[in-house]
């Protein structure tokens, strides 16, 4: 065991918890002010759903002894973590508990990532029911395909079949998650239709400050995301640090600048944007590139994702906040991006197409990627329509126009009605269940 | 007494308000309205998607005034609230029928 290495890996895993209440922050600030409270809650039960079956059985199912084909661990390797307190555990350089850790929260934001797609129109209870099934049978398989690699956490454990067979280069998570996450968000926005008044009424951002907020604790957390998948303090750490803050910041700048020609102005909400979009596509190619390369990638990322993000008025589909054009393409060109970009000098050591390297890394990301997605976007469909068919999916029209909040939550967010001191006439009183008793008062 | 309803630019309000002051108005009720006149609204852009803002902010004072001030009182708000350009908004003088105090009772002119 190495003591640098684990402070590391631990201080990453609390970084990359991080981001799930930062997109929370992200989300909540696009959706209106009377469904921000739904849309936060989306990610926060998250946090608290996976939390729980990923200690359960998550785990085992993506890191446990391959059940067959690299397709799925074993369940009962790990049930409950058993065995994994022992010192004698450890994953590379790392106690086993460390790693669970960080893998833990990347589970964890994969299903936040989704409900982006599904903004102000679904019910809580069904959303909690997607978001097991859709843990269990969509990002435990994959996540064994692309980050278990064959005797990283057993002796003589075999791992995914993309990580180990197809040697596709996903450092952390351009497909396991983003592609992952997008892929599902375009499934699930098509199974529960559109927003009352897509396309015709304005659904403005409601609050952009907790949008910039929610992006800025976004790239903070990236780095335990990218840096802390080196699973050391080391040489890779720095590299994918130094990468994943080039992307970003030419992604910001990218974004701006299409704004500006297209539009007219550059927006406070393309910077968050353009900084996601950075961030998502420097993901799976931060260890096979240069810095310069990680430029490119990102400069290129804020363009494409920022055109892609109209796509969804003209096919109609409702990506309420654009997870599809954000993360799915972000992610898609990310994997790409390292058989095009990579460069033997960094870290993975692979030359890509234009450094000379031919299309060998090429075919092995689109394969990667294209698995991915096919298979995320196919059983989430299913998923999706099972639940919509059975117990429903969607709130009622009317109670999408009174908005989510305070159907689902019995809450609403804000409450601008007190004014010069204390609770204005529509803050409502204190129920008679609630409202202390007289002799309570005496007291 | 005269009810005069004003509707200006926001930016405009602070010195709207020292005119009246320094005229000797002492109380007014001030609101912020949205709404539209010729000057329609506005375009925003988020993430390539045009919006239309049909209704732009807009503050409105209400002033209860004698018979004999409400035309100086106009003429001090249309003065201050100008720029020229399209959006400067309306002011516009009602007829009051009595105005009560509600700590003393007073009426009408006492009232005010």
Same mark, same amino acid.
């Given at each position: ?177 983003? /592609?992952?996450?997008?892929? $599902? &968000?375009?499934?699930? @926005? #098509?199974?529960? *239709?559109?927003?009352?008044? !897509? %396309? ?95 430029? /490119?990638?990102?400069?290129? $990322? &804020?363009?494409?994702? @920022? #055109?892609?993000? *109209?796509?969804?008025?003209? !096919? %109609? ?127 | ?112």
């Amino acid at each position: 065991m190495d003591t640098g290495d684990t402070a590391w890996v631990l201080t990453s895993a609390a970084l990359v918890l991080l981001m799930t209440p930062g997109l929370a922050l992200f989300y909540g600030g696009m959706v209106r002010s009377k469904s921000v409270l739904n849309m936060m809650m989306m990610s926060f039960s998250s946090l608290a759903l996976i939390g729980v079956i990923w200690v359960l059985y998550g785990y085992s199912l993506s890191f446990g002894n391959d059940l067959g084909g690299g397709l799925l661990g074993d369940p009962t390797d790990f049930w409950g973590l058993k065995g994994l307190m022992s010192p004698d555990a450890l994953v590379f350089t790392v106690p086993s508990l460390a790693f669970v850790a960080f893998q833990s929260v990347f589970a964890i934001i994969t299903v936040a990532l989704i409900s982006g797609a599904i903004a102000d129109r679904a019910r809580f209870g069904p959303w909690l029911l997607f978001s097991w099934i859709w843990a269990t049978i969509v990002y435990f398989p994959v996540c064994h395909w692309v980050f278990d690699f064959n005797g990283s956490t057993g002796t003589d454990f075999v791992g995914g079949w993309i990580a180990n067979n197809l040697k596709a280069i996903d450092f952390a998570g351009g497909t396991a998650v983003h /592609i992952n996450a997008g892929a $599902a &968000g375009l499934a699930l @926005a #098509l199974v529960l *239709g559109k927003r009352k008044g !897509f %396309g015709k009424e304005a659904m403005r951002p409601h609050n952009l400050t907790l949008v910039m907020i929610g992006a800025g604790l976004l790239w903070f957390g990236w780095f335990g995301f990218n840096a802390g998948s080196a699973l050391g303090a080391n040489t890779l750490a720095a590299v994918t640090w130094m990468n994943t803050l080039s992307a970003t910041a030419a992604a910001a700048l990218g974004w701006l600048l299409l704004e500006k020609i297209r539009d007219g102005k550059p927006t406070s909400l393309g910077a968050a944007s353009g900084i996601v979009a950075g961030l998502v596509a420097i993901t799976p190619s931060c260890s096979s590139v240069s810095p310069i390369g990680a430029l /490119i990638i990102g400069f290129l $990322a &804020g363009i494409f994702c @920022a #055109l892609a993000v *109209g796509l969804k008025y003209k !096919f %109609g589909y409702d990506d309420s906040l654009d997870v599809v054009g954000v993360h799915l393409i972000g992610g898609i060109w990310g994997t790409l991006s390292v058989g095009l970009l990579a460069t033997a000098s960094a870290p993975a050591a692979v030359d890509g197409l234009f450094y000379g390297g031919g299309v060998d890394q090429l075919w092995r990301q689109a394969v990667g990627a294209g698995a991915v997605l096919a298979f995320s976007f196919i059983v989430t469909l299913v998923i999706g329509f099972a639940i919509e068919k059975s117990i429903g999916f969607r709130i009622s029209e009317e109670e999408e126009v009174e908005g989510i909040d305070g159907v689902e939550h019995a809450e609403s967010a804000y409450d601008f009605t007190g004014s010069g001191g204390g609770s204005g006439f529509a803050s409502g009183h204190l129920a008679a269940a609630t409202a202390p008793t007289q002799e309570g008062v005496n007291a | 007494m005269k009810l005069v309803t004003a509707v200006i630019k926001p930016h405009k309000w602070e010195d709207v308000r020292e005119a009246l002051e320094t005229f000797g108005v002492t109380g007014m009720t001030v609101s912020e309205v949205s709404g539209y006149g010729r000057q329609k609204g506005h375009t925003e852009v988020y993430r390539g998607a045009e919006y239309d803002i049909a209704l732009v902010p807009k503050i409105r004072i209400e002033i209860v005034v004698d018979n004999d001030d409400a035309d100086d009182v106009v003429g001090i708000i249309v003065k201050t609230a100008q720029t020229g350009r399209i959006g400067d908004g309306k002011v516009w003088v009602s007829p009051v029928e009595t105005v009560v105090r509600v700590r003393t009772g007073d009426r009408d002119e006492a009232a005010l």
